[in-house]
């Protein structure tokens, strides 16, 4: 059974704090890999992103991906911490972390998380540049990643 | 009657001009389709943002199909293409 462990953040997002919290309640891991997403400057035109997300049903769609992508890696444990409201760059924006026996599948199980908050999960993200206010889209390069995961994955065929 | 709470997300919000709206399903509002003819009215960018096919309908928390028959929701939400991470 992996532990999967799913919160969005209105606050800071403190990742040591979450990492060391996630060390913690995994010893037994041989092996720990997170990653951390920062919003990009893109050379100071960013002043910050503004995170949407839709209560409830956006905790409840990361945990059904989160769900189906455990089952294809032997991980003990996974993280997702994902922001919304107005994140400034260089500031976290999503941490995800898995704990498992071996590096590879913690390796995978993460890089496949990734791709699948990326296009899947439901955030809404609106850039305020110095080009002004636009709507971020998923980019072909998102769908790409996402398909590398192959045909069993969570995508709504809906 | 009951009423249906529609909620707006990304994009639509600007075009709707509202993030959320409380409604009364009118008795010839059979799906999502007739819901987005209905609630768009004469504002054709709304009608055609609402109906593109990358834009999802989750009624009551579930993705549903604008064809699929609607049975007095609760809350039917227009949720445009995702981008999170």
């Known amino acids: 059974m992996t532990a999967i462990t799913v919160q969005i953040l209105k606050a800071d997002l403190d990742a040591d704090h979450h990492l060391a919290r996630f060390r913690s309640s995994n010893k037994n891991a041989g092996a720990i890999v997170s990653f951390l997403g920062q919003v990009r400057s893109e050379n100071s035109h960013v002043r910050a992103l503004h995170l949407q997300h839709y209560p409830e049903f956006t905790e409840k769609r990361i945990y059904a991906i989160a769900d189906d992508i455990v089952a294809r890696f032997e991980v003990d444990s996974l993280l997702i911490i994902h922001r919304i409201g107005r994140i400034e760059p260089a500031a976290p924006i999503v941490l995800a972390a898995a704990a498992a026996a071996h590096r590879r599948a913690a390796f995978e199980c993460v890089d496949c998380v990734m791709d699948y908050l990326k296009s899947e999960a439901p955030f809404w993200k609106q850039e305020d540049s110095s080009n002004g206010q636009r709507w971020v889209y998923p980019t072909s390069g998102d769908s790409a990643d996402l398909q590398r995961w192959g045909e069993n994955c969570t995508k709504e065929t809906a | ?85």
């Open chain 2, 1 to 85: 009657m009951s009423q249906t709470r529609l909620l707006f997300f990304g994009n639509l919000q600007d075009i709707a001009g509202h993030s959320e709206r409380i409604v009364e399903l009118p008795a010839d509002v059979h799906n999502g389709a007739d819901l987005i003819k209905w609630i768009s009215g004469d504002n054709a960018p709304l009608r055609s943002a609402l109906s593109a096919p990358e834009v999802k309908l989750a009624v009551d928390h579930a993705i549903t199909d604008k064809e699929s028959e609607l049975s007095s929701p609760e809350e039917i939400a227009f949720l445009p293409p995702f981008s999170g991470g």
